[in-house]
């Protein structure tokens, strides 16, 4: 997501230019690719001017909707990842709050930040994942 909001002006960027770029494989690619258009987070076109761009500008994308759309559920332990906890163990589990509280900070910090504060700060974590 980075890569296409610097990249991506008004023309639509190559998953191999991005793939090099990033240096990850355009197969691995083109599966985080589809789970981003799947979420809608961007807009793909075909043919030989094709490739893909931001559906939004970088201000209206939080890092934490990103990161669910190609991650799936953040929380940090199975049992709050699905929408109704049917632990058994739940009411009993004396670990549960602080997972719930863990879970409930890192979704406020991730929604304050968006793809453009990345892009101001020149943030580019290094030996790690792209956004």
Same mark, same amino acid.
């Given at each position: 997501m980075?890569?296409?909001?610097?990249h991506?002006?008004?023309?639509?960027?190559?998953?191999?230019?991005?793939?090099e770029?990033?240096?990850i494989?355009?197969?691995?690619?083109?599966?985080?690719?589809?789970?981003?258009?799947?979420?809608?987070?961007?807009?793909?076109?075909?043919? *030989?001017?094709?490739?893909?761009?931001?559906?939004?500008?970088? +201000?209206e994308? %939080?890092?934490?909707? =990103? #990161?669910?759309?190609? !991650?799936?559920?953040?929380?940090?332990?199975?049992c709050?990842s699905?929408?109704?906890?049917?632990?058994?163990l739940?009411?009993?589990?004396?670990?549960?709050?602080?997972? *719930?509280?863990?879970?409930?900070?890192?979704?406020d910090y991730? +929604?304050?930040? %968006?793809?453009?504060? =990345? #892009?101001?700060?020149? !943030?580019r974590?290094?030996?790690?994942?792209?956004?």
């Amino acid at each position: 997501m980075i890569d296409l909001a610097r990249h991506a002006q008004h023309e639509p960027i190559s998953l191999r230019g991005i793939a090099e770029r990033q240096n990850i494989t355009s197969k691995y690619m083109e599966g985080i690719m589809a789970l981003l258009l799947r979420h809608e987070l961007l807009i793909s076109s075909r043919g *030989k001017m094709g490739g893909y761009r931001l559906s939004r500008s970088p +201000e209206e994308y %939080t890092v934490y909707e =990103i #990161l669910c759309a190609a !991650e799936g559920a953040l929380a940090p332990v199975q049992c709050l990842s699905v929408q109704v906890n049917t632990c058994p163990l739940q009411d009993q589990c004396s670990t549960l709050p602080l997972w *719930k509280g863990l879970e409930l900070v890192v979704k406020d910090y991730l +929604e304050k930040v %968006t793809l453009a504060d =990345i #892009l101001e700060r020149g !943030e580019r974590p290094e030996n790690c994942a792209s956004l």
